[in-house]
């Protein structure tokens, strides 16, 4: 089992930035996906980015460009520096963590984070 620990939501003004955490620990794999999802209320939880032990990266149309996904392995967390925002990436972000697609998924207790004028 992996425990997540989120940090860094808050509150911003549009165009402004935040910088999420998810610091990682447990029966880390030497394989795996990290990453963030995120759900905005009435809506169904999307997927923001993911990092793959290999180095590769995805991101949702809808940030690319604005958002960027990294890692500190040496600290087993992951970031998502988030700039440009917008109010409709007003949501509760998620970090998860997954051995592979076929494993279930271990899950933050979520960060919120609110953009509005």
């Known amino acids: 089992q992996v425990q997540l620990v989120e940090s860094g939501g808050g509150s911003v003004q549009p165009g402004g930035s935040l910088r999420l955490s998810c610091a990682a620990s447990g029966s880390i794999s030497s394989t795996y996906f990290m990453g963030w999802y995120r759900q905005a209320p009435g809506k169904q939880r999307e997927l923001v980015a993911t990092?793959?032990?290999?180095?590769?990266?995805d991101y949702a149309n809808s940030v690319k460009g604005r958002f960027t996904i990294s890692r500190d392995n040496a600290k087993s967390t992951v970031y998502l520096q988030m700039n440009s925002l917008k109010p409709e990436d007003t949501a509760v972000y998620y970090c998860?963590?997954?051995?592979?697609?076929?494993?279930?998924?271990?899950w933050g207790q979520g960060t919120q984070v609110t953009v509005s004028v």
């Open positions: 990092i793959r032990s290999s180095g590769s990266m």
């Open positions: 998860y963590y997954r051995r592979s697609i076929f494993s279930d998924t271990n």
